[in-house]
């Protein structure tokens, strides 16, 4: 059985989607009774005091290229939120794996079922965590383009819920179901019931954490989302092909906002007759360099253990792909080794791993590549406006709470060092209470067109092809 | 079979308490608190890491001492609670790998072990009005819930995400080795559907379900988890009444004193030696002396005094130790001489001292334990021959090795008559785990004769013995060296495998109980499961856990 999809959205249905959920009447009463806790949901923790404002989204109402970017004014509550799959591919295959080549899955194979729903709840947890963890940076945001992108994110943080949520509902019966339901339950940095993964659960309460979890977190999400692209489960492959080209943005928001941020910086160094940035009210590389360190850590989390056996099974069954994995020519993977340094008594030594138990570690490179490539980006910034700061990304091991390096301490540049040395390192290596202290003094809101704060720089250009000085959230009636 | 070798470790049974790297253990008066804190790399072997709490037999080693310990030391406690350190798993159960690279005769007598602890727990719990209830604080998966199951409540921490479950099925192809299924449906009476469901179920159950399910007795919000578990904690002791005289202080369970050589070890009542190239062992335990008798005749203050020096505990201590060194240390010896020796008449004197004053919380604990070790040599799949030749005495407790053993060689002798006897506690203070006393088992055929044996309290000489049915054989002291000599080679050349399965068949006569379904019914499987190609083959499920290949199964049923 395939689900009939089409380039078409039919926005006139309760719940807009190119799923055919009409003819399916039992799924679209189960997803219409999920509908009201999802909005209640929103309304408890999404953005806080924003809801009658009208914000310049963009909503999807086609899948196609040009269909999905569609912009106007919409208030948060009204906005579409609705079940988009990228459409069929004319005989669909497994990727990877044993079974790669064979037919791709349009139902869950019963032997995966397991795998697959926890993949698809730990992917879907992630997208309603981020909103809570963001519902109160609207009222400090540095400018209504800035403001205008969070709230962006935030809705299709909600669309990309509703996209996984969709698949527990179709493919997972009452387990589905109920699952579904738990995603609304669980809420991030709550002591009783937290987030899934430990990111989540990290507060977010200023715009620089922002711009780092959007740059380094959401990242994450990409590559996550890629390798599920490349899921022998079909459903799941195209909505999360779907997922990617909004997930894009979310990327540009966080990886430009630490770009204008460092711009600033290194104007505000040079205005100081001291090169004090904190003099002039801005944030100073050391405490930029912390926030790299911390996010891209607490991301690099997020992959999983470096010697996985769920990775190796969610590759050897097909379930969960390489990032681009069209462009290896081997998708069995069953011979290679990945070599990786280990802790063992006392020392690191190298070891190697059976290529599918390194799968997390794979996918991983390809993410720190990407980051890489942004922190050259910035740099060449900080070069160009003439200051000698150079930012980097710290090792992989550093300040790790998952996986193989968790259980030992390791400076910035990825040495075993003692507790007592990094105790003694910790203040000038991750972002500290003081940090965030000041970061929030300095987090006034500026909420007039073309007006922004003192510490970020504005962009290079508007969206949509608007000015900066466009009402990208009309505040006022 | 993807099998390293395990006969390069010698285990150690005896630690204390200085010496735990798996435990926390504390006390706040009636309330004692067990958490589970697994060091990743203090296994048994280093090819493996311990991880979430995962354990090895080491582990175990350690729970079993808190378990005893409890009871010995610590009278003064009513509930244990069996909790984590961990910040996200109760216990991730038995560690896979360790499994995967252990030889079969490993793994069985792992299982086993862990299966008397278990066992030993609810035992605490019923017998000992020492309530153990599990705090599962997190992640409670296959032998960490089957731990749970062992406690006689279960809470989860209702999170969104710790479960219970048992995936030995599903995800490596085995059993829960230890006790897990018969407890869901025997002890907790979980419907037999829903208990299949949950046992196919890799990620298991959680929150509401999991209690509607009765697989745990309820869930508490994790910000609220302490204060409800010490609520409960509150609410047991205040429910639980232990009848038991005496004062509660503690008796400290000292170190065995041992003298090791390559032959055997020599204890002060008991000694082994063992021939590895002939595979047998002798086992001699040597019965109370006159100052033993005099001191348990002073009554349940004096042993209470006496301690661990009290001939009762020290002698089946050292019985239960040298049980153990042979089980897991010396796998090739297969026969097992058991001799009993001293004077029958001070056995029984001695017994009826122990059960005059049973009701001191000291004495029960010591008869209770004497009831284990005999049980764990009922489980022990070794042949055992009792010799009643010159100079023993398997009279009152001493009967019990006797009537344990699978055959009873008495010897007929005017010059050197061996006496055998009942005494007070072969009459149900030792009961087998099938609920019957050994008497009972072994005479299950006729029981006018073990109607006519209780209660008798004289000495029997050889023929009354054999008349009453107590010996397998009885040999003059011609025959004697002889025969026996022949019973024993002939014993070692048959197939240990035939023997442990014929062994445990004839042994648990009668009718069943959920413990010695454990042990008969579920181990058994295992046992069988674990060889199998399913499992343990090239391509089975427990061999190619972690790695890169997925499993292969042959699909006959068998």
């Known amino acids: ?477 | 079979m993807g099998s390293s070798s395990n006969t390069d470790v010698n285990v150690d049974f005896e630690v204390d308490p200085a010496s735990y790297r798996h435990w926390k253990v504390s006390y706040d008066g009636a309330i004692a608190r067990v958490a589970m804190d697994v060091d990743p790399n203090g296994g048994l072997r280093s090819d493996y890491e311990l991880k979430l709490n995962s354990y090895d037999l080491g582990v175990d080693v350690e729970l079993a001492d808190i378990v005893r310990r409890m009871r010995f030391e610590h009278p003064e406690v009513r509930v244990v609670v069996m909790t984590s350190a961990n910040e996200k798993v109760f216990c991730a159960g038995a560690n896979i790998h360790m499994l995967g690279t252990s030889t079969h005769g490993w793994k069985v007598n792992f299982c086993k072990f862990t299966n008397e602890t278990r066992c030993e727990i609810e035992e605490a719990t019923e017998a000992s009005a020492q309530v153990y209830i599990a705090a599962c604080n997190g992640t409670t998966a296959g032998g960490g819930y089957e731990l749970a199951l062992a406690c006689k409540e279960i809470y989860l921490q209702d999170d969104g995400n710790s479960a219970v479950s048992l995936p030995e099925v599903p995800l490596l192809g085995v059993l829960p080795g230890t006790g897990g299924l018969t407890r869901l449906v025997d002890k907790r009476r979980i419907r037999r559907d829903r208990a299949d469901v949950f046992s196919t179920m890799a990620e298991g159950m959680r929150g509401k379900r999991a209690v509607q399910w009765n697989l745990v007795d309820d869930v508490f919000p994790r910000s609220k988890f302490d204060t409800q578990i010490a609520a409960r904690c509150e609410a047991i002791i205040s429910e639980t009444t232990d009848l038991a005289t005496g004062t509660r202080e503690g008796v400290k369970l000292g170190k065995l004193g041992v003298e090791e050589s390559d032959a055997g070890r020599k204890y002060s009542s008991v000694e082994v030696t063992w021939d590895d190239k002939a595979r047998t062992a002798t086992l001699t335990i040597e019965g109370p002396t006159a100052d033993d008798v005099a001191l348990a005749e002073r009554g349940a203050e004096a042993m209470h005094a006496a301690g661990d020096q009290l001939w009762a505990l020290r002698a089946y201590r050292e019985f239960d130790d040298a049980l153990l060194q042979l089980r897991c240390n010396h796998p090739n010896v297969g026969m097992i001489v058991v001799r009993a020796k001293g004077d029958a008449k001070r056995v029984i004197a001695h017994d009826a001292a122990l059960v005059k004053t049973r009701d001191h919380w000291f004495v029960r604990e010591v008869l209770l334990h004497m009831g284990r070790v005999l049980r764990r040599m009922d489980n022990t799949s070794r042949s055992f021959f009792a010799l009643g030749d010159a100079g023993t005495a398997f009279a009152g407790n001493l009967l019990e090795l006797a009537l344990a053993a699978d055959r009873f060689y008495l010897l007929d002798d005017p010059d050197n008559v061996v006496h055998v006897g009942m005494g007070d506690l072969n009459e149900g203070a030792l009961p087998m785990n099938t609920g019957l006393t050994r008497i009972q088992a072994h005479l299950y055929g006729e029981p006018e004769k073990a109607e006519a044996l209780t209660g008798r309290r004289d000495l029997l000489g050889p023929e009354d013995a054999d008349e009453a049915g107590l010996s397998t054989m009885l040999l003059d002291d011609i025959d004697w060296d002889d025969d026996i000599r022949i019973a024993i080679e002939e014993r070692v050349s048959l197939s240990p495998d035939a023997l442990t399965g014929m062994e445990q068949n004839l042994r648990f006569v009668g009718p069943e109980t959920p413990d010695s379904k454990i042990y008969a019914r579920l181990s058994a499987w295992q046992n069988w499961i674990f060889i199998r190609p399913n499992a343990t083959g090239p391509e089975g499920a427990l061999t190619m856990y972690g790695r890169p290949e997925r499993p292969a199964f042959d699909w006959r049923r068998v």
Request: glycine letters at 8%.
């Open chain 1, 1 to 477: 059985m395939t689900t009939a999809t089409s380039n078409s959205v039919d926005l006139t249905a309760k719940i807009p989607n190119n799923v055919g959920l009409s003819d399916d009447p039992k799924l679209q009463r189960a997803l219409e009774r999920w509908l009201p806790n999802y909005l209640e949901w929103w309304n408890d923790m999404g953005p806080t005091d924003f809801a009658d404002k009208p914000v310049y989204l963009r909503t999807a109402i086609s899948v196609d290229a040009g269909g999905w970017a569609n912009y106007g004014h919409v208030k948060m509550p009204d906005y579409r939120w609705g079940i988009f799959l990228k459409p069929n591919d004319a005989e669909p295959t497994v990727k990877c794996g044993d079974d790669a080549g064979a037919p791709a899955w349009m139902d869950v194979p019963g032997e995966h079922r397991n795998s697959l729903r926890r993949i698809i709840v730990t992917q879907a947890d992630t997208e309603p965590a981020s909103v809570e963890q963001q519902r109160l940076l609207g009222h400090t945001a540095p400018s209504l383009y800035d403001l205008r992108n969070l709230f962006q994110v935030n809705v299709e943080e909600g669309r990309h819920l509703w996209a996984m949520v969709y698949l527990l509902h179709k493919y997972f019966g009452r387990d589905g179901r109920d699952e579904a339901d738990e995603l609304l339950n669980r809420r991030s940095g709550d002591e009783d019931k937290p987030r899934i993964l430990g990111a989540f659960n990290q507060p977010c309460d200023h715009w620089l954490s922002f711009f780092a979890f959007t740059m380094f977190t959401d990242r994450d999400g990409k590559y996550q989302l890629a390798a599920l692209a490349e899921s022998g489960f079909d459903p799941l492959a195209r909505t999360t092909q779907f997922m990617l080209t909004e997930e894009a943005h979310h990327l540009f928001v966080g990886e430009t906002g630490l770009g204008r941020i460092i711009k600033r910086t290194a104007q505000l160094e040079k205005l100081d007759p001291n090169g004090d940035v904190r003099n002039q009210g801005g944030i100073d590389f050391d405490l930029i360099q912390r926030t790299i360190n911390y996010w891209f850590t607490y991301s690099l989390d997020l992959f999983g253990g470096e010697i996985s056996s769920n990775a190796s099974t969610f590759f050897a069954s097909g379930l969960k792909g390489r990032f681009r994995e069209g462009r290896y020519e081997d998708h069995k993977a069953m011979t290679g080794t990945y070599r990786l340094p280990v802790v063992e008594d006392g020392s690191l030594n190298e070891k190697d791993v059976p290529l599918r138990n390194a799968m997390n570690e794979v996918l991983r490179d390809q993410y720190i590549k990407d980051c890489e490539r942004a922190l050259k980006r910035w740099n060449k910034t900080i070069e160009e406006e003439g200051c000698d700061t150079v930012l980097s990304l710290p090792s992989r091991r550093f300040h790790r709470h998952q996986g193989i390096y968790a259980d030992h301490h390791f400076d910035p540049e990825g040495n075993l060092i003692s507790e007592d040395q990094w105790e003694a390192g910790k203040q000038k290596w991750v972002l500290t209470p003081a940090d965030n202290d000041y970061l929030l003094s300095i987090m006034k809101p500026c909420h007039e067109p073309g007006q922004f704060a003192n510490w970020i720089a504005p962009p290079s250009k508007g969206l949509d092809g608007k000015e900066l000085d466009f009402e990208y959230v009309k505040l006022h009636d």
